[in-house]
């Protein structure tokens, strides 16, 4: 018998059946452990980061470690170096701990691992994805025909509502860029809106003094009558407004935009109306909350991520819009050696990326789990969550500076307490609940927001302690 003619793979990379049943067994029983755990440790990170980065320099790669030891070697250390959005007692940025079905589909989707640029290498994932866009479009209201793709975060979606704003507006924005249009250009939105639009109008090549923040109307939104003066002041002076961003649920207090008067009045003067939903937009999924969100419909693009409120693994961004066509002319490209480059399904047809993750199976995989309905469950759940904080620090004697409907609470603590951001500090520091500092129409306040699925009342308890006590 003649010696193979090729030698074996690596087996720290490739493992055998056998062996990879087996430590894919002990990682679910030592996540779940970690998970437990971490439900009922400090919030906060108690990593020792010079001891830390010791033991990375140990790492020098240069002999192989076995893989269990390294699997649980990172666990122990990613169990005491992180803010735990997994713990029931964070209530802090809107990264909810992670649903069961997107953290199966980031396994199938690892194993898989399709390239989602094309639909001809993978047609099953790209029609998924498609599928659940034209679900979301649908619960939007938008009309038959609209479209759109997964992105990896909400300024990524952002981001795309701009390019197809000004490619929109103007034809010669294709080949020449800003130089193509007659004048300046700008953008439009709330004060309160979220930061991340200085980057994007930064990186689009406007430039940061094309965005314009419009004040708010005393209670978080964006004034209208402020709005439609600055558009009109931009107007007379030879720069052309191509987008305006209205927010539906805002970072800080999570207040909805006028969306219908924002839509009237980029109908009127020809501005792309883009709504920012990227936490809030989830509230859609209740038919208790869509009252709060009319006017949407309407909007010609609208950003969701799923990794907020419909709760799935980090980085699933969406964007929609009943624009395609528009889309399509924004990031359209040739590439001959692509496995299609014809339809119009194929994302890197119509997305700023090429090479990127199975990213909408861990929305397909809630959703078909769930329903509208498990999700309108979740929603209302954590809106009631809320609303015992609220009862609980007002019969306190704090303050609620913010009327939103959805889950985010802004309190100012009574005379006697330290400044807000020392308040926040400690209860941080403690370990025992996370909150946030935030500014609200000019206000510092203790931000809460509800972002597990989880929380109990014993939970809203540890919190209403740890913002209580005064040592």
Known sequence: MSPPRLPAAPAALFPDVGERTRIEDALTRALIAADQRVSRGSVTPTL?????????????FSAPRPLQELIDWTIERLEHGVVHMNNPRYFGLFNPAANFPSQCADRIAGSFNPQLASSGSSPAP??????????????????????????????EANYTALVCAL???????????????????????????????FKIVHQAGIGRDALRLVGTDGRGRMDMAALR????ADLASGVVPVLVSSTAGTTGAGMVDALPE???????????????????????????????????????????????????????????????QVLSEAFKVAAEFMPSSVTALDPYLNTVQWSRRFLGLRLFLSLAAAGWSGYEAHIERAIA??????????????????DSQLAVLCVVPPAGYAPVKDLVKRVVSSGKAWAAAAKTEGRDVVRICVTHGETSEADVAALVAALEAKA
């Open 48 to 60: 020792d980061r010079e001891r830390f980065r010791q033991e990375l320099g140990q790492f020098d």
């Open 126 to 155: 790209v029609e998924i994805e498609a599928h659940v866009i034209r679900a979301m479009a649908q619960r939007i209201g938008l009309p038959p025909g609209s479209s759109g793709h997964f992105t990896i975060s909400g300024s």
């Open 167 to 197: 490619t929109r507006r103007e034809p010669r924005f294709e080949r020449e860029g800003v130089r193509g249009y007659a004048g300046p250009v700008a953008m439009y939105t709330s004060r309160e809106c979220q930061p991340a639009w």
């Open 229 to 232: 003066r600055q558009v009109a």
């Open 262 to 324: 924002c839509d009237a009045i980029c109908r009127e003067y020809n501005i792309w109306h883009h709504v920012d939903a990227a936490w809030g937009g989830a509230a859609l999924a209740s038919e208790k909350r869509r009252a709060l969100f009319a006017g949407i419909e309407l909007a010609d693009s609208v950003t969701i991520d799923a990794h907020k409120w419909f709760a799935t693994t980090m980085g699933c961004g969406m964007f929609i819009t009943r624009w395609p």
């Open 385 to 402: 969550v809320a609303a015992l904080a609220r009862d609980e620090l007002r019969a306190r004697g704090w303050e609620v500076v913010n």
